[in-house]
Every structure is written in structure tokens, then in C-alpha cells.
């Protein structure tokens, strides 16, 4: 399996511009991650999917933050308007069953740097 | 918001040296992870312990769990300049969440 895939890996942008984060996972996870990493604030998880619906999100900053998964291979995060203070590196991880059976697969990430 | 924080915040050792690195958390957990993630890239998964569980080995990988204490710790022993990375404890809170503490940056000198 190719592990878990997200795109891109680098974003540059400008403060107002949107930006979306896109993620596969790998195939027969049943949950998938999205989580942000910051130096300031570590690992901080924004939301999680089970079966393509959206578990939790009380992770998600505010309301620029949106993430969709419309079938069980592709996720998306996106920020609308994109703020500075949003530059971070965005993981998708995934698994199987859900925490307590295994561990996450994660991404190599999608470094985002707003201008 | 973590759960877990890692002490000690980083961490410098020569080639064959034993690191180890503890981990609190806070809630009653089903079980606790360690992750390691080198520089620019994605947090790979190392070992889980199960709150029932006082102790696992994985090769040069030995970690214990006390949930009385509510604290883990990871010990890699005779390390090598590879083992140069930021490890990551992780606990579920009894919920689907998986929550990470803040890290320990590893550095092994040859």
C-alpha cells in the first residue's frame, strides 16, 4: 500500500486566498485525522471521520476552517480566508477501527505558510 | 488542548547510550502510543500499551505504563545517531480521539 497520501506538500499563499489540503488514506481505514503542528501549540487535532462522517470537530479553530470526506479514499481540509496565523504543517493521518485497535498511519504533511 | 507532556523537552546522548523519556497525561485511558517523527516528515507509530499492561519491549524499545501515576515511559536503549528525532506519547481519553503530548526532540551523537 502506498501509505497515506496528501497533496501538496508545500503551500505559499497570500493572507485572504483560500487554501484546501487534500488527503487519501489508505485503503480499508475506517477513521481518518486531520491534524495541525505548530512549534507553539504541538499536535493539535482539528477533526476525525469514522465512515466518512465527521466524529468530531471541535478541534477546528473557527469558522475558516471546513473539511469534507465524500467517500472513504479522499478528505479535504479547507481555510477561507487563509490567515498568517494559520501557517502550520496539516497532517492526515488514518486507521483502522479507530484508536483503541491500532495505531495512525499519518501523511508526510502539508507545510502552509500564509503571507 | 494535550494531554500528554513529555519530559524532558529534549534530550542530547552519544552513540550506545540508553534515552528515556516520560510521559503524564491526565484522564483514564484505553491504551497509550509512541510515535516518532524525524524531521519534515509524517509521525511514524512505534509501540502501543494497553492500560491493563504494565510493560512491552519492541527490539531496542522498552516501555512501561502506570496508570496509577498516570505516566509512561519510553526507554531506547544502546542508541544510535538513526534515533536522532522528536518521539511523541499518545492517549485516547477513553474516546476515539487520539491526543498527543507536546514532544521530546532526541539528538544521538556519533
Known amino acids: 500500500d502506498a501509505g497515506v497520501i496528501q497533496s501538496p506538500r508545500h503551500e505559499v499563499t497570500e493572507m485572504g486566498q483560500e487554501v484546501t489540503l487534500r488527503c487519501k488514506p489508505i485503503?480499508?481505514?475506517?477513521?481518518l485525522f486531520w491534524y495541525r503542528q505548530t512549534m507553539m501549540r504541538g499536535l493539535e487535532l482539528l477533526i476525525y471521520?469514522?465512515?466518512?462522517?465527521?466524529?468530531?470537530d471541535s478541534g477546528m479553530p473557527e469558522d475558516r476552517f471546513s473539511a469534507k470526506m465524500p467517500n472513504a479514499s479522499f478528505s479535504t481540509l479547507k481555510i477561507q480566508p487563509s490567515e498568517p496565523r494559520d501557517s502550520a504543517v496539516y497532517f492526515c493521518?488514518?486507521?483502522?477501527?479507530?484508536?483503541?485497535?491500532?495505531?495512525?498511519?499519518f501523511g508526510e504533511g502539508s507545510r502552509l505558510t500564509v503571507l | 488542548s494535550q494531554q500528554g507532556e513529555e519530559d524532558p523537552q529534549a534530550l542530547s546522548i552519544q552513540e550506545g547510550e540508553n534515552a528515556t523519556m516520560n510521559c503524564s497525561y491526565k484522564?483514564?485511558?484505553?491504551?497509550l502510543q509512541w510515535y516518532r517523527q524525524n524531521s519534515g516528515r509524517g509521525l511514524v507509530h512505534l509501540i502501543l500499551?494497553?492500560?491493563?499492561?504494565r510493560e512491552k519491549h519492541s527490539g531496542r524499545l522498552r516501555v512501561t505504563l502506570d496508570t496509577s501515576k498516570k505516566s509512561s515511559s519510553l526507554l531506547i536503549t544502546a542508541s544510535r545517531a538513526a534515533d536522532t528525532a522528536s518521539y511523541f506519547c499518545?492517549?485516547?481519553?477513553?474516546?476515539?480521539?487520539?491526543?498527543f503530548g507536546t514532544g521530546t526532540r532526541l539528538q544521538v551523537f556519533p
Open positions: 493521518a488514518s486507521s483502522r477501527l479507530g484508536r483503541s485497535a491500532g495505531e495512525l498511519f
Open positions: 499518545a492517549t485516547d481519553d477513553n474516546t476515539d480521539k487520539l491526543i
Open positions: 485503503s480499508g481505514h475506517d477513521y
Open positions: 500499551i494497553r492500560s491493563n499492561e
Open positions: 471521520f469514522n465512515n466518512n462522517v465527521p466524529i468530531d
Open positions: 484522564t483514564s485511558i484505553n491504551n
